[in-house]
């Protein structure tokens, strides 16, 4: 049976470890971004080798490009293609939440931490559910431009592998959060938003 927000608040059983303000989740996600795991090695290591595969695409691309050509198709993959994906990669958040059983979902942004989120107000998950809707993102956007990275002709190439390195490093917040639950991995976590007043919390079961 699924938990709610108020069994939560049943002190015999469950602890709140920490409540984070919306406003403060970039210094947080910096935090868990530097705790050493395995986790954030595999995220580093992505964001490296997804910038050296379009490195790679470049310098192996034949023929001639004029210099006009190159420049629009690096601003395609480095600032076009990623703002207009935000969208699509927010819809790929809400799918996994959906799927978990939650009902109130909703989009919002922070332009003051040049942040975008998915929430599910009130809605309890634990860490397999939470691992479901960060990893699905990264998961299926990495698939679908690897596949069109080795598919598509000429600076399509370029644009595409470059879009890919960027959806890689917009995935840090996911990861952050990810890791949260990976440093924690000893204790049974649940974590739950409450939209409106722009707040997480984290408890954990007592043992």
């Known amino acids: 049976m699924a938990l709610n ?9 469950y602890r709140q470890l920490i409540k984070i303000p919306y406003d403060e989740l970039i210094p947080f996600i910096l935090d868990y971004l530097r705790r050493k795991s395995g986790l954030i090695v595999f995220f580093w290591s992505a964001c490296i080798l ?62 003051k931490q040049y942040m975008f989120y998915v929430t599910a107000h009130r809605h309890v998950t ?8 960060a990893w699905f993102p990264f998961i299926i956007t990495t698939i679908v431009l690897v596949y069109l990275v080795l598919s598509v002709p000429g600076l399509w190439k370029w644009s595409l592998s470059l879009f890919l390195f960027v959806h890689t490093t917009m995935c840090a917040g996911d990861f952050a959060m990810l890791n949260y639950f990976r440093v924690n991995r000893k204790k049974k976590l649940f974590t739950w938003d409450d939209a409106d007043e722009k707040m997480a919390y984290f408890y954990e079961e007592i043992q």
Not at 5 to 13: A, I, M, P, T, Y
Not at 87 to 99: C, F, G, K, M, N
Not at 126 to 133: A, E, Y
């Open 5 to 13: 927000v108020n069994d939560l608040e049943d002190q015999s059983r």
């Open 126 to 133: 634990t860490r397999k559910q939470f691992g479901f809707v």
């Open 50 to 111: 997804t910038l050296g595969l379009a490195l790679t695409v470049r310098v192996n691309l034949s023929g001639y490009f004029p210099y006009k050509y190159l420049l629009l198709h690096s601003i395609l993959g480095l600032v076009v293609f990623p703002l207009l994906y935000i969208p699509v990669h927010e819809l790929l958040h809400i799918i996994p939440y959906y799927l978990t059983g939650a009902k109130n979902i909703r989009v919002g942004m922070d332009l």
